[in-house]
């Protein structure tokens, strides 16, 4: 398919029908320092589709293949091995071109598959019910903490320090239009913040957001804070974001969660370069008519044959706006399938042996890394990732590490930019598909970083 452009004369005449002078004026919301001076540099202006092409594969090979390097990239996406089998029946076409489920009672294929991939989140989750699937677990964050305000009738939310960065914003882009007020504090990289965080709990509290294992790997026992939280009438919804350590680790339901949500992209999914992702959503069976998105229920019908029905779909598409508790178009689907077809393949005691394969990885290349002159450690118990704070500049010791092959771990400052504490800290997530080879090599390299 040609890509054929607009002429100069069809820009002025839609410019005109919406009202503005110029495109520039459609980008007026977005803050400058984000958008470019002018055209992308080195990139042509006009050139023949066979130069294009070829500009753009010298462009991909650039890449490093995760699969190709010693991986060791974490920070909310997963490298984990996906069965060739899930991505060959995601690919029948009944699977990969259906949309949604406008008319249910013709669409069973696609309701059954989400009736099991609920069944299996709130298992793993620990809670008493899920929802179809979100986008990913940043806007699943950000949907409980509107849920919570509708259940509480409360407009503060507490955040910990640990929440994922990207959650933290994702959810202050969103609450610039509800008005809910988040409670942010700066991150603590060498411990976690769950004792500090009953201290801060007040009668205006709606919610308090916790992540586990946190953003720089650390793994708490909640059941405090839940108590706390409840004693002053507050819910307490958690962040997973790598699920694959719920085969290890006490659910947050067994802990007291009232809405848990999480991002799925660890079994099924892959990494994707950043999406499409899965968001994942389980809450209480009292508080299921606020849980946004739709809910898939088994019935039968009236010749008593076993089916499947929306039992909820409470968007704007379907009631009335003010009654809508969310306004998400859709769930991801195809994303749904692949983690529900990963999950079914692994079985409880697969997802088991795979938790400990992560932990056991991990804690390998920790001792092995804690041990190189000049680093220290700072994340005591972790799952399958854990934060170093490194002698020499985090961002510069990732650029060397892949200089010599090894795709060594993300810089905190990357994701927390201003914060000149957390300019030498390092995150390292160690999966199963980490060999001691892999690790051999990232100890050879962060020595080699270090020292010179």
Do not use: W
Request: proline share 6%.
């Amino acid at each position: 398919m040609r890509y054929l452009p607009l002429t100069p004369e069809d820009r002025q005449a839609m410019l005109a029908k919406i009202g503005v002078d110029s495109i520039d004026d459609l980008f007026v919301d977005v803050p400058a320092e984000a958008r470019l001076p002018g055209p992308i540099p080195d990139l042509a202006a006009h050139q023949p589709e066979m130069l294009v092409e070829r500009d753009l594969t010298r462009m991909a090979k650039r890449n490093m293949a995760a699969g190709e390097h010693p991986f060791f990239l974490g920070a909310g996406a997963y490298r984990h091995h996906v069965p060739a089998s899930v991505d060959h029946l995601i690919q029948r076409g009944e699977f990969l071109t259906s949309y949604t489920p406008y008319q249910p009672e013709i669409a069973q294929g696609t309701l059954q598959y989400l009736f099991e991939f609920q069944t299996q989140v709130a298992r793993l989750l620990g809670m008493e019910v899920a929802n179809a699937s979100m986008y990913d677990g940043s806007t699943a964050m950000t949907e409980a903490v509107f849920m919570a305000r509708r259940i509480t009738r409360r407009g503060k939310t507490i955040l910990s320090a640990g929440v994922h960065p990207h959650y933290v914003r994702a959810a202050e882009t969103l609450c610039r239009f509800t008005g809910d007020r988040l409670d942010v504090r700066p991150p603590e990289p060498a411990r976690s913040d769950v004792a500090e965080l009953i201290a801060r709990i007040d009668d205006d509290t709606s919610a308090v957001v916790v992540q586990n294992p946190d953003a720089f790997g650390h793994v708490a026992d909640l059941t405090g804070l839940a108590e706390a939280a409840h004693a002053k009438g507050a819910l307490l919804i958690v962040v997973v974001t790598e699920v694959v350590s719920l085969g290890l680790l006490k659910s947050p339901g067994e802990m007291g969660a009232d809405i848990v949500v999480g991002e799925g992209q660890s079994l099924g999914v892959g990494l994707l370069f950043g999406g499409p992702h899965l968001g994942l959503f389980a809450c209480n069976s009292k508080h299921v008519r606020q849980m946004p998105g739709r809910l898939c229920g088994e019935t039968v019908d009236a010749d008593g044959r076993r089916g499947f029905v929306l039992t909820l779909s409470t968007r704007e598409q379907h009631i009335r706006r003010e009654k809508a508790t969310s306004n998400i178009c859709t769930n991801s689907g195809l994303m749904s399938l692949a983690f529900s077809i990963h999950m079914t393949l692994l079985g409880e005691k697969g997802l088991r042996h795979l938790a400990e394969l992560n932990h056991a990885r991990a804690c390998e290349a920790a001792d092995r890394l804690a041990a190189v002159p000049g680093v220290e450690m700072l994340t005591p118990r972790f799952f399958n990732e854990f934060a170093l704070r490194l002698p020499v500049p985090a961002r510069k010791a990732v650029r060397d590490m892949a200089e010599m092959g090894v795709l060594g771990g993300v810089s905190a400052a990357r994701l927390y930019p201003g914060q000149p504490d957390l300019e030498n800290v390092l995150l390292v997530a160690v999966t199963e598909t980490a060999s001691s080879s892999d690790i051999e090599a990232l100890v050879r390299a962060l020595q080699h970083v270090v020292t010179q």
